[in-house]
């Protein structure tokens, strides 16, 4: 299950960034898996944060909660006992966690969650000399929508805006505008469709293996599995 966002991501990148690369995460994913079914992403996530700026929808984090939970009470229902969700956007993984903890606890089935793929692009390809930002509407999400649907990016309206960001374990949990004046970060003028491309492919490789383990395992255990080795 795809789950994006629609959210104001500057003058060069459209409002369905995160949905995009969310499902196109999972259709790779899908294909590792071998016989996973996509689902219909999720278009709306929470995106509070970004309402300062125009068109940016936000959904509240009960109601995400409730929208991942009644999709995976539904999938149940024709016998679908194992759900990946995968979200492309940072506002998303608690909501969609706390829906696992739930689907788990009323059904006793293991719902697998991915989030956080500029992270791990940037973890796998780093030592390639890659840059990958982890900004908003930065160079790392620019370069995939360059390679997902070039329509819809301007790199001509690209500008550089240096981040913020602090790495460290205290987060504010609050308005994006007090921060990052124009909405967007990171350094979009040097992505590039290649390099969109070379991400998807590095956390499909990534990913792809670890979930064949967890597909073999009856997805118990998680990340805590031990005695189970990758090769
Ligand atoms: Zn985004």
Known sequence: MPVGATEWHGDHLPYCTDTLTAAALAERFARELGTALVLPPLDYGVSSHLLAWPWTLSIRPAT???????????????????????????????????AARELHRKHGVAVAVFAGWQGLAKRLLAPEGRLIDEDHA??????????????????DRAVDVPNQRM??????????DAVVPHGHSGSATLATAEEGAAVVDAIA?????????????????????SGITLD
């Open 64 to 98: 995400l909660t409730a929208i991942v939970e009644d999709v995976g009470e539904s999938l149940l229902r024709h016998g679908v006992r194992r759900l990946l969700v995968v979200s492309a956007h940072d506002g998303n993984p608690g909501p969609i966690e706390a």
């Open 138 to 155: 930065g160079q790392s999400e620019l370069s995939m929508v360059l390679h997902l649907r070039p329509d819809l990016a301007r790199s």
């Open 205 to 225: 490789g990534h990913v792809g293996p670890f979930l064949r383990v967890l597909a073999a395992n009856g997805w118990m255990g998680g990340a805590w599995m």
């Open 167 to 176: 790495d460290h374990p205290v987060r504010v949990i609050g308005g994006f």
